[in-house]
């Protein structure tokens, strides 16, 4: 600071030191000015850049929603075309299996004639005829059933033995007919399954096993692993190369191996590989090629029941017991109508009654003033009649729990269960005359 009585010199030097902290200043406030300046502009291209990424990023999002719309628009097309392919199966099903149906009672009632030898075996290839076309029918109903996501299952026990036992009334014929040695194993073990599923599991199984055999046999049976029952079925054919196993799954994939010209469109495995999946129950193979195959499908073990001796029921019981047996046929196809009555009154020697639905039902019982001694009802009627209706109303009707069977084309749980809950048994069509034997022997014997 200068005094008032400082000297020039003094004033001087103190003037110099004063000026020179004024220009330090002048220079530090340059350099701080400077250094904000620069941030303040690198924070507006900041600031610029974060609006530009922000554009970019809601422009995305408007993307990815509108293709989520687009996915969900795709995946509700694609959802009722499945369904609309289902409904559409279900419907041509029924009028396919009819004539079907039909066809195959026909053919039964030929086979029981006095044929020559060239009509009899006109007879045998219309009826190889009718399987393949009924296998196909079959296995695209099933893959359907099992692809639809409203599929319901009927678990309960299911007896290895009486699975065994309608194996075996199936596939003896075929096996023989190959020269081939068709063994089941007994097994007293009762697993946790769809019967009917776990039945076409088991035919395909066993149809492969038989259709690519050329000799030796097959061998089917269960072993038990701790909780689990696996169900085998061995055979002694082609083998399966280790480059197919993956595809053998696959629909329509046949062995390049498989030469013989066997019938068939390749879907019996693709069916067993889905109907396994939906059912939770595991699927192994092994094979050598030349030496044969073994396939093996994994069940829980619900309980064991008391083994049971074979009886051959469709070879010892008596034919005759089906004779004189007033039937009621409910049915509104007429080619159905008429296949019925050929087998069941002129093969059989049954007394039987054909009406188209329940009101023409009411009205023969009320006319006849007797009970018929079983019912065999279509389900699917006219309109919205269906057999399940006209049996319980005959029923309410007479007071009288008479004994019933339905078949239909269109299986499914809910309606089995509706039908279990009144105790009427149900066939799938397209029928074959011996289980629709079976069946009405066994209301033959709950009448008796």
């Not at 989520?68 to 009028?95: G, I, P, Q, V």
């Not at 509104?332 to 049954?350: C, E, F, K, P, T």
């Amino acid at each position: 600071m200068l005094r008032d009585g400082d000297d020039l010199e003094r004033r001087i030097e103190k003037l110099g030191r004063i000026n020179a902290a004024l220009i330090e200043r002048l220079d530090h406030y340059d350099k701080t000015r400077g250094s904000a300046w620069s941030l303040f502009q690198a924070a507006l291209a900041l600031e610029k850049e974060v609006a530009a990424r922000n554009r970019d990023l809601e422009r995305a999002l408007a993307d990815l929603s509108q293709k989520n719309h687009e996915l969900a628009a795709a995946r509700m097309a694609a959802e009722e075309a499945n369904r609309s392919k289902t409904r559409f199966l279900r419907a041509a099903s029924h009028d396919l299996l009819q004539p079907l149906s039909a066809g195959r009672l026909f053919l039964a009632t030929l086979a029981t004639m006095e044929l020559g030898e060239e009509q009899t075996d006109l007879v045998k290839r219309l009826g190889n005829a009718f399987e393949s076309v009924e296998e196909l029918i079959r296995a695209v109903l099933d893959i359907s059933r099992l692809d639809s996501q409203r599929i319901e299952f009927n678990r309960k026990p299911v007896s290895l033995n009486a699975l065994f036992d309608r194996l075996r009334d199936e596939f003896d014929a075929p096996a023989a007919a190959r020269g081939l040695h068709l063994r089941f194993a007994r097994s007293s073990l009762a697993v946790d399954s769809d019967p009917v599923f776990l039945r076409r599991i088991a035919q395909n199984l066993v149809s492969n096993a038989i259709k690519y055999t050329e000799r030796g046999g097959v061998l089917v049976g269960a072993r038990r692993r701790g909780e689990q029952a696996w169900l085998e079925v061995h055979d002694t054919g082609i083998g399966i190369p280790a480059r197919d196993r993956d595809q053998i799954f696959a629909e329509f994939h046949r062995l390049e191996q498989d030469r013989r010209g066997e019938p068939g469109m390749g879907l019996g495995l693709s069916i067993v590989k889905r109907a396994c999946a939906k059912l939770d129950h595991p699927i192994t193979l092994d094979s050598e090629p030349g030496r044969g195959s073994v396939f093996r499908i994994g069940l829980k073990i619900v309980t064991r029941s008391a083994p049971t001796r074979r009886t051959g029921v469709r070879s010892r019981l008596d034919r005759d017991r089906l004779r004189g047996v007033n039937a009621l046929i409910v049915e509104d196809n007429a080619a159905m109508q008429h296949g019925y009555a050929v087998i069941l009154r002129d093969s059989w020697g049954m007394r039987t009654h054909v009406v188209e639905g329940t009101a023409g039902a009411r009205a023969a019982l009320a006319q006849s003033g007797g009970l018929p001694d079983l019912i065999l009802a279509d389900y699917h009627l006219g309109g919205s009649d269906t057999g399940l209706r006209t049996i319980t109303s005959l029923r309410e009707l007479s007071g009288a729990d008479i004994p019933a069977v339905i078949v239909t084309a269109h299986r499914n749980a809910a309606m089995v269960r509706s039908c279990g809950r009144h105790g009427i048994r149900v066939l799938e069509k397209p029928i074959h005359p011996d289980e629709l034997k079976d069946a009405l022997l066994r209301l033959v014997g709950e009448r008796t």
